[in-house]
């Protein structure tokens, strides 16, 4: 069983980096930090960048993935949107769906957020991105009341053991 965490947030210091190292250890699954890979931006016609075609061999080996997304303005961050339009180039058609390297993988989401409402927005609108690409959704979880250094990590845990599990 290999399963591993995509972060979608480049920021060094992001909270779901945070949330999502803490996941992983405990289920023993490898994390993916874009804050150490350079990721440019999608322009179409462009050459695929060989960390891009790194990033669909990781996910094609895979059995499971746990994304864990930033909220900026309700929504999943631009910068997550980019890594999923990147993905969705190394695919093909088979002449009645889109397959992707993301196709048939089976998908838990989480967002950590400083807010109240801890990041609940986004999820949904991933989850429509994520279906698109072929994923199978198997839950979502969000953070509430704000994540913080003291965050109590015992849901979560038991959320991705069971993901890791099922
Ligand atoms: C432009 C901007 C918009 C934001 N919008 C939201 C939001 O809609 N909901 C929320 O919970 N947090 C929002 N935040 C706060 C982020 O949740 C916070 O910056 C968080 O640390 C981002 O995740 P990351 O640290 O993993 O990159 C926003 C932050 C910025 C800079």
Request: contains cysteine; glycine residues 10%; aromatic residues 10%.
């Amino acid at each position: 069983m290999k399963i591993i965490g995509i972060n979608l947030s480049n920021n060094p210091e992001s909270i779901n980096l945070k949330l999502l190292n803490k996941v992983c250890d405990n289920i023993k699954a490898e994390v993916v930090d874009f804050s150490l890979i350079d990721f440019p931006m999608f322009k179409a016609g462009e050459k695929a960048p060989k960390n891009l075609i790194d990033l669909c061999e990781k996910i094609k080996s895979a059995d499971k993935i746990i994304f864990s997304s930033p909220e900026y303005n309700g929504s999943y961050s631009g910068f997550g949107k980019n890594v999923i339009d990147w993905i969705s180039t190394q695919g093909k058609h088979d002449g009645v769906k889109k397959i992707t390297p993301l196709s048939g993988k089976n998908v838990f989401m989480m967002s950590a957020s400083p807010g109240v409402l801890g990041g609940v927005r986004c999820l949904p609108l991933l989850q429509i991105l994520l279906l698109e690409l072929g994923c199978v959704i198997n839950g979502s979880f969000a953070t509430t009341g704000g994540y913080n250094d003291k965050f109590d990590y015992t849901n979560v845990f038991k959320l991705t053991q069971d993901f890791k599990n099922r």
